[in-house]
């Protein structure tokens, strides 16, 4: 992910190698490759300099005669983020000047001494950097794009078998020693690299066939993308899987052997793209829960893949009108909702569930003994510690999280129950390895319906957590809440964007008028009915002390990111708005319940809305269980063995799971710990109903539906 340029020109080279890719993962059609049309293709891929030549000039200039530069630090470079080495990268752009025949500067005298004295350097000064992905991949596929430009030069004066010494690592399984996914395939360039520098087309087979063998690592069972570790990943690293793959295919389309799109690998490429990544994106924006550190960077939220959306429209022809209304939303050419397929979807590896509707996106992240939280790494997610405990993203337009990172309170997550602190452990591991503390994390869907739990405890917080997704709503419960530390615990149930321009209106129980706030107020109720903020409202289904800040708030992308070099001001100041149930300082088993509500725009759209077709039947450490009325849907979590009577019906199950049951019949199913193989379940109407021995599915953590 850090340098996909480079991940791209893989794929455009190695699809003049590969003829059947994924129609045979080692059978290579063809046994004679033009070498030099395809270092013809390297070179012209990467000719072009992206630096001023005012400043390539500098470089030049200020090059010491032994071929170093005093503004770059060399030998073991300290265990910092801010401290890089660009030291290849200066080489490279003097290349790619003096290696240009239209270039003023081509074959000149001084920028080969340059180049040479600065090669000669590298070796000698023996640089050493904390983080390996700079020597498996960032340095060796730079000296393997150098070695190629200079070639243009006759009597470059360059020792390619020397440079060539710095490809590591060069055994074929260790490609895959970082790694699958994006990783894997950056250390395969520059074997890539190396078979045509060398021309040693079995080194270019052998590669294909490991990548090919390795592609589909990352794609979980339940389709989502993990990386990392059991982490998250549905854009960073998956978009840069799926950018890699759509170019061999999109190159492939006209000629004979261009991809099977029936075979198996290819089919679940698709499946992956259509049914995860793409519906992850809202209008023109990400789910911020789906970003991994990513989720810091300016303007990372704005989904820019129209070009990954339009080769999708050729390759996968059926599909088109998917990509193509995709393409529209994220043009601005078409609403937020136009074309969204209305599904709830629970990904069991990931601790994530998905909830689709025309209105709106809502989505729910957590962590278990089977996942770990969102990383931190090279300097960026500096405050990401709570950003994975029981995570919504809430999305209508999709602009909600447009950029707020460097001012959001980050222990304020929308959706999470913790203390408030200033405190952002130093100590936290970084790299994906940061797992949760219990096993009842997951949900039951039904495709269209879900229910999603999430057994919380970290550091000294706990508490029980569940989201019902219905159609025009999303409710949530939380029970058990308890601290032992001396700070407030809340409970956000969104922090996002606003405007000074826009107002929050709510109404007081046994009120029959709204009361209007403009922008720098705040105010606290324990009697609430609902609140609103933009299109959505928070109705209240049970007494608490709900707070509602709307005020500016400032932060800097230094404190979350490593912006030494592109932001020198990085100062950020924007009107938010942020909603949440203060539990004030060492709550005990407290709890709360509320719906959000969108597409609620008026105090007469608030009135109509039926919130008494919500009905709360449980809500406690044990159980927590809702009956929507209109639907005749119960969804019920029952954190261990146990039985809830409503009107005419009993549901009682002897072991710890989530269920839904639809019309008194349908009977959906799955058990969040993963761990157990079957449960009995009962069903009474009016005293009169069977018992099932129902088995959870193989695959751990996927939903079961039954009829009764």
């Given at each position: 992910?850090?340098?996909?340029?480079?991940?791209?020109?893989?794929?455009?080279?190695?699809?003049?190698?590969?003829?059947?890719?994924?129609?045979?993962?080692?059978?290579?059609?063809?046994?004679?490759?033009?070498?030099?049309?395809?270092?013809?293709?390297?070179?012209?891929?990467?000719?072009?300099?992206?630096?001023?030549?005012?400043?390539?000039?500098?470089?030049?200039?200020?090059?010491?005669?032994?071929?170093?530069?005093?503004?770059?630090?060399?030998?073991?470079?300290?265990?910092?983020?801010?401290?890089?080495?660009?030291?290849?990268?200066?080489?490279?752009?003097?290349?790619?000047?003096?290696?240009?025949?239209?270039?003023?500067?081509?074959?000149?005298?001084?920028?080969?001494?340059?180049?040479?004295?600065?090669?000669?350097?590298?070796?000698?000064?023996?640089?050493?950097?904390?983080?390996?992905?700079?020597?498996?991949?960032?340095?060796?596929?730079?000296?393997?794009?150098?070695?190629?430009?200079?070639?243009?030069?006759?009597?470059?004066?360059?020792?390619?078998?020397?440079?060539?010494?710095?490809?590591?690592?060069?055994?074929?399984?260790?490609?895959?020693?970082?790694?699958?996914?994006?990783?894997?395939?950056?250390?395969?360039?520059?074997?890539?690299?190396?078979?045509?520098?060398?021309?040693?087309?079995?080194?270019?087979?052998?590669?294909?066939?490991?990548?090919?063998?390795?592609?589909?690592?990352?794609?979980?069972?339940?389709?989502?993308?993990?990386?990392?570790?059991?982490?998250?990943?549905?854009?960073?690293?998956?978009?840069?899987?799926?950018?890699?793959?759509?170019?061999?295919?999109?190159?492939?389309?006209?000629?004979?052997?261009?991809?099977?799109?029936?075979?198996?690998?290819?089919?679940?490429?698709?499946?992956?793209?259509?049914?995860?990544?793409?519906?992850?994106?809202?209008?023109?924006?990400?789910?911020?829960?789906?970003?991994?550190?990513?989720?810091?960077?300016?303007?990372?939220?704005?989904?820019?893949?129209?070009?990954?959306?339009?080769?999708?429209?050729?390759?996968?022809?059926?599909?088109?009108?998917?990509?193509?209304?995709?393409?529209?939303?994220?043009?601005?050419?078409?609403?937020?909702?136009?074309?969204?397929?209305?599904?709830?979807?629970?990904?069991?590896?990931?601790?994530y569930m998905q909830h689709q509707r025309k209105?709106?996106?809502?989505?729910?992240?957590?962590?278990?003994?089977?996942?770990?939280?969102?990383?931190?790494?090279?300097?960026?997610?500096?405050?990401?510690?709570?950003?994975?405990?029981?995570?919504?993203?809430?999305?209508?337009?999709?602009?909600?999280?447009?950029?707020?990172?460097?001012?959001?309170?980050?222990?304020?997550?929308?959706?999470?129950?913790?203390?408030?602190?200033?405190?952002?452990?130093?100590?936290?591991?970084?790299?994906?390895?940061?797992?949760?503390?219990?096993?009842?994390?997951?949900?039951?869907?039904?495709?269209?319906?879900?229910?999603?739990?999430?057994?919380?405890?970290?550091?000294?917080?706990?508490?029980?957590?569940?989201?019902?997704?219905?159609?025009?709503?999303?409710?949530?419960?939380?029970?058990?809440?308890?601290?032992?530390?001396?700070?407030?615990?809340?409970?956000?149930?969104?922090?996002?964007?606003?405007?000074?321009?826009?107002?929050?209106?709510y109404k007081i129980k046994n009120d029959k008028?709204?009361?209007?706030?403009?922008?720098?107020?705040?105010?606290?109720?324990?009697?609430?009915?609902?609140?609103?903020?933009?299109?959505?409202?928070?109705?209240?289904?049970?007494?608490?002390?709900?707070?509602?800040?709307?005020?500016?708030?400032?932060?800097?992308?230094?404190?979350?990111?490593?912006?030494?070099?592109?932001?020198?001001?990085?100062?950020?100041?924007?009107?938010?708005?942020?909603?949440?149930?203060?539990?004030?300082?060492?709550?005990?088993?407290?709890?709360?319940?509320?719906?959000?509500?969108?597409?609620?725009?008026?105090?007469?759209?608030?009135?109509?809305?039926?919130?008494?077709?919500?009905?709360?039947?449980?809500?406690?450490?044990?159980?927590?269980?809702?009956?929507?009325?209109?639907?005749?849907?119960?969804?019920?979590?029952?954190?261990?063995?146990?039985?809830?009577?409503?009107?005419?019906?009993?549901?009682?199950?002897?072991?710890?799971?989530?269920?839904?049951?639809?019309?008194?019949?349908?009977?959906?199913?799955?058990?969040?710990?993963?761990?157990?193989?079957?449960?009995?379940v009962t069903i009474l109407s009016n005293g009169?109903?069977?018992?099932?021995?129902?088995?959870?599915?193989?695959?751990?953590?996927?939903?079961?539906?039954?009829?009764?």
């Open positions: 992910m850090k340098d996909s340029i480079f991940l791209r020109q893989f794929f455009i080279l190695l699809c003049i190698f590969c003829n059947s890719f994924f129609v045979s993962a080692h059978v290579i059609q063809n046994t004679t490759i033009d070498f030099d049309a395809l270092l013809k293709d390297l070179q012209k891929a990467n000719q072009k300099s992206t630096v001023d030549a005012v400043t390539i000039a500098s470089w030049l200039m200020s090059q010491k005669e032994d071929g170093s530069w005093v503004d770059i630090m060399y030998g073991t470079l300290p265990h910092d983020p801010k401290v890089t080495n660009k030291h290849i990268e200066r080489i490279l752009e003097l290349v790619k000047v003096c290696s240009n025949t239209e270039s003023a500067a081509f074959n000149s005298e001084a920028y080969k001494k340059a180049i040479q004295k600065g090669l000669d350097y590298w070796f000698i000064s023996n640089t050493k950097h904390w983080n390996w992905w700079f020597h498996k991949i960032d340095y060796p596929k730079k000296i393997g794009i150098i070695i190629a430009l200079m070639r243009q030069i006759p009597d470059n004066g360059l020792d390619e078998k020397k440079l060539m010494t710095l490809f590591i690592p060069t055994e074929i399984n260790d490609i895959t020693s970082s790694g699958g996914g994006a990783n894997m395939l950056d250390i395969a360039t520059h074997y890539l690299y190396r078979g045509i520098l060398t021309k040693d087309e079995n080194l270019i087979q052998q590669t294909i066939a490991k990548v090919s063998d390795s592609l589909l690592t990352n794609i979980t069972k339940d389709l989502c993308y993990l990386d990392h570790g059991p982490q998250l990943y549905i854009h960073g690293y998956g978009t840069e899987m799926i950018r890699a793959v759509l170019q061999l295919a999109y190159l492939f389309k006209n000629i004979k052997s261009r991809f099977n799109t029936r075979s198996g690998n290819f089919v679940l490429f698709l499946q992956f793209i259509r049914e995860t990544w793409l519906p992850s994106i809202r209008g023109q924006y990400w789910d911020f829960s789906i970003m991994g550190r990513g989720i810091v960077r300016k303007n990372n939220l704005k989904a820019n893949v129209n070009s990954i959306l339009k080769m999708l429209v050729n390759i996968d022809p059926n599909n088109a009108r998917v990509y193509e209304q995709a393409i529209a939303r994220i043009e601005g050419n078409a609403l937020s909702g136009e074309g969204v397929i209305e599904k709830n979807k629970h990904y069991w590896a990931a601790d209105n709106f996106f809502f989505s729910t992240r957590a962590i278990s003994k089977r996942t770990v939280e969102a990383e931190a790494g090279n300097g960026d997610n500096l405050k990401s510690h709570y950003f994975s405990l029981g995570a919504n993203c809430i999305m209508t337009t999709g602009d909600e999280y447009y950029n707020i990172m460097p001012v959001w309170n980050w222990t304020m997550i929308p959706g999470t129950t913790y203390k408030q602190t200033d405190t952002f452990l130093s100590t936290r591991k970084q790299w994906g390895v940061n797992y949760g503390k219990t096993n009842f994390v997951g949900g039951v869907s039904d495709d269209m319906y879900g229910a999603f739990a999430y057994d919380f405890e970290h550091g000294t917080n706990r508490a029980k957590k569940a989201w019902f997704m219905f159609d025009k709503e999303v409710v949530a419960l939380g029970a058990d809440i308890t601290d032992n530390s001396n700070l407030p615990t809340y409970t956000t149930i969104n922090q996002c964007l606003s405007t000074p321009d826009d107002a929050v209106f008028k709204e009361i209007k706030k403009t922008f720098n107020t705040t105010d606290t109720s324990s009697s609430l009915d609902y609140i609103r903020h933009k299109n959505i409202a928070y109705f209240f289904l049970q007494p608490n002390q709900v707070r509602y800040t709307h005020f500016n708030q400032s932060g800097r992308l230094s404190q979350i990111a490593n912006v030494s070099n592109t932001e020198p001001t990085d100062s950020v100041t924007l009107p938010v708005f942020s909603l949440f149930f203060d539990h004030q300082i060492a709550p005990v088993r407290q709890s709360y319940a509320y719906a959000i509500v969108p597409n609620i725009e008026t105090e007469n759209a608030a009135k109509k809305y039926s919130i008494d077709a919500i009905k709360i039947i449980a809500n406690t450490d044990v159980q927590q269980i809702v009956y929507h009325d209109e639907l005749k849907m119960y969804q019920a979590v029952f954190y261990k063995a146990g039985k809830f009577t409503h009107q005419d019906k009993t549901v009682q199950v002897n072991k710890p799971c989530v269920l839904m049951l639809k019309n008194g019949k349908v009977l959906s199913i799955a058990d969040p710990t993963q761990l157990l193989q079957t449960v009995d009169q109903g069977t018992t099932k021995t129902i088995p959870f599915s193989e695959i751990k953590g996927k939903t079961t539906s039954v009829l009764f």
